[in-house]
Nanobody, 121 residues
C-alpha cells in the first residue's frame, strides 16, 4: 500500500510564501509523475503543477512564475514552493502520485488527504 502525506499548509497573508511537502511511503518500485492539485471552496479540483520522473514540470497558467514544484527522489518527496500568494490561491491542496508497485495492479495512482492553504489578511 502506498500512502502520501502532505504537510505545510496554513494561514498566510497576501503576498506571502508557503512551502508544501508531500512524502510517499510504502513499497514502491518506481515513482512516475507526482503533482499538486487544489480545490477552492465551491469549485472543482484543478491541476496546479506536475513533475515527471524525467524532470519535466508543468504549471497551471494561474500559478506560473509564482509557484515552483520540486522533487527529492531519495526522500520520495515532492514540494510546492508558493510565493506571492493571492486570496484566490485559498484552497485545499492535494498531492498525487503515479507509482509502480510489486503487486497487482502493479501501477497505482495515489492521492494525499489534502492540506488547507488560506490566504487572508
Amino acid at each position: 500500500q502506498v500512502q502520501l502525506v502532505e504537510s505545510g499548509g496554513g494561514l498566510v497573508q497576501p503576498g506571502g510564501s508557503l512551502t508544501l511537502s508531500c512524502a510517499a511511503s510504502g513499497t514502491i518500485l518506481r515513482t512516475n509523475t507526482m503533482g499538486w492539485h487544489r480545490q477552492a471552496p465551491g469549485k472543482g479540483r484543478e491541476l496546479v503543477a506536475t513533475f515527471t520522473n524525467s524532470g519535466s514540470t508543468n504549471y497551471a497558467d494561474s500559478v506560473k512564475g509564482r509557484f515552483t514544484i520540486s522533487r527529492d527522489n531519495a526522500r520520495r518527496t515532492v514540494y510546492l514552493q508558493m510565493n506571492s500568494l493571492k486570496a484566490e490561491d485559498t484552497a485545499v491542496y492535494y498531492c498525487n502520485g503515479d507509482f509502480n508497485v510489486p503487486t497487482r495492479p502493479y501501477r497505482l495512482e495515489v492521492w494525499g488527504q489534502g492540506t488547507l492553504v488560506t490566504v487572508s489578511s
